[in-house]
């Protein structure tokens, strides 16, 4: 059984730091393409990051490009995600999904697999 772990969430000030994690376990994870989304009450599970199974590709929503990074660690069955400059509208319960494909996707439909979600809360 293929389980997806996230952890790092917290309560930060606006212009803050937090660093997300996403531990895998079980199927190979060398293989999976990984995404990062987000999701704020009433609202649709949005896109964040993505980055290749080989982690040479990564793609950005617009709203996070410069201040975010997607980056993963094989040897650890870890991806990452540094969130740097945060604001208040970065608020939301973050997932982290996979999908055995070798391109990455943005459509949360394209992942069979998540995680249960960690918060991230920015005060102003």
């Known amino acids: 059984q293929v389980q997806l772990v996230e952890s790092g969430g917290g309560l930060v000030q606006a212009g803050g730091s937090l660093r997300l994690s996403c531990a895998a376990s079980?199927?190979?994870?060398?293989?999976?393409?990984m995404g990062w989304f987000r999701q704020t009450p009433g609202n649709e599970r949005d896109f964040v990051a993505d980055i290749t199974w080989n982690g040479r590709s990564t793609y950005y929503a617009d709203s996070v490009k410069g201040r975010f990074t997607i980056s993963r660690d094989n040897a650890k069955n870890t991806v990452y995600l540094q969130m740097n400059s945060l604001k208040p509208e970065d608020t939301a319960v973050y997932y982290c999904?996979?999908?055995?494909?070798?391109?990455?996707?943005?459509?949360?439909?394209?992942?069979?697999?998540w995680g249960q979600g960690t918060q991230v809360t920015v005060s102003s």
């Open positions: 999904a996979a999908r055995w494909a070798y391109s990455a996707s943005r459509a949360p439909n394209t992942y069979p697999l």
């Open positions: 079980g199927r190979t994870f060398s293989y999976a393409s």
